[in-house]
């Protein structure tokens, strides 16, 4: 069956770094976009970044220069890596697999911005 794995979410204080993987399994993992949303509590998801199957990239404005979004296929994994972590960053981290209409999503991770 579809399974999205996250891991990589954890309690980083302001201006540091996490790198969030999510391993895919059970579809064509290099046929599909990649994505990666947040939900912060009491906020609606938003999309924070995207990489094509061609491997064209595109981010939040909010993140934009902090984060980079990068695949692997041939492990079917992609990849967030955060830098210079803002308090506002805290979110649960969601991977989501895109093609046509069929969306696939893993559990989430917690990311915690605090000092």
């Known amino acids: 069956q579809v399974q999205l794995v996250e891991s990589g979410g954890g309690l980083v204080q302001p201006g540091g770094s996490l790198r969030l993987s999510c391993e895919a399994s059970g579809f064509t993992f290099s046929n599909y976009a990649m994505r990666w949303y947040r939900q912060a509590p009491g906020k609606e998801r938003e999309l924070v970044a995207h990489i094509s199957r061609y491997g064209s990239r595109s981010y939040a404005d909010s993140v934009k220069g902090r984060f980079t979004i990068s695949r692997d296929d041939a492990k079917n994994t992609v990849y967030l890596q955060m830098n210079s972590l803002k308090y506002e960053d805290t979110a649960v981290y969601y991977c989501?697999?895109?093609?046509?209409?069929?969306?696939?999503w893993g559990q989430g991770t917690q990311v915690t911005v605090s000092s």
């Open positions: 989501n697999g895109h093609y046509s209409s069929t969306d696939y």
